[in-house]
């Protein structure tokens, strides 16, 4: 719950500051109105550098983050081991305890209607997730490297008591 507390505290202050901008805004009063084709001028130069600005960290933020993504770590071994998992209203059934450090497979389908797969470590980080369908098997390949007990949420809103759908396995 560490973690959700520290997300609660940033967007405290953040709504907080966002409202006092708001306020310090709405209460605003320039001495004299200027005229409509000042204010045109300036603010079409200052949607200009915007545009740059935006661009500018849109190409950095990309270029730098790129090699981060998680796809290439995602390549299914040959050798794994496959272990099926059936979502249904309200609960996931999966076939056994997974082992630590070996690549596997997860077999993700659904009974009824579509579900989402999400796992979230014992430290209540998510880690992984996929889509749950009927009719369909989805693949998710994964390796754990930490044993511990892992809970399933569900996360697509699939009826009723969706906000009660969990399940969860063990990683040994
Ligand atoms: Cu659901």
């Given amino acids: 719950m560490g973690n959700g507390n520290l997300v609660f505290e940033i967007f405290s202050v953040a709504a907080a500051l966002a409202i006092i901008a708001m306020l310090f805004l709405a209460n605003y009063r320039s001495r004299e109105p200027l005229a409509q084709e000042v204010v045109t001028s300036r603010g079409y130069a200052l949607r200009r550098y915007w545009f740059w ?12 983050t790129v090699p981060y993504f ?18 249904q209203q309200y609960d996931f059934a999966v076939s056994g305890v997974i082992p630590r450090d070996v690549p596997v497979i997860f077999d993700v389908t ?31 390949p994964m390796t754990f490297t930490v044993a511990g007990h892992y809970t399933i949420r569900c996360l697509e809103y699939c009826g009723i008591a969706h906000a009660a759908m969990q399940g969860g396995f063990e990683v040994r």
């Fill in 70 to 87: 998680p796809y290439p770590r995602a390549g299914a071994s040959a050798n794994a081991k496959h272990f099926s998992v059936v979502a």
């Fill in 110 to 140: 659904s009974k009824d209607v579509n579900h989402g797969f999400g796992i979230y470590g014992p430290n209540g980080a998510i880690v992984g997730q996929v889509q749950a369908m009927p009719g369909y098997v989805n693949h998710l």
């Fill in 53 to 64: 600005l935006v661009f500018a960290v849109a190409v950095a933020s990309f270029a730098l």
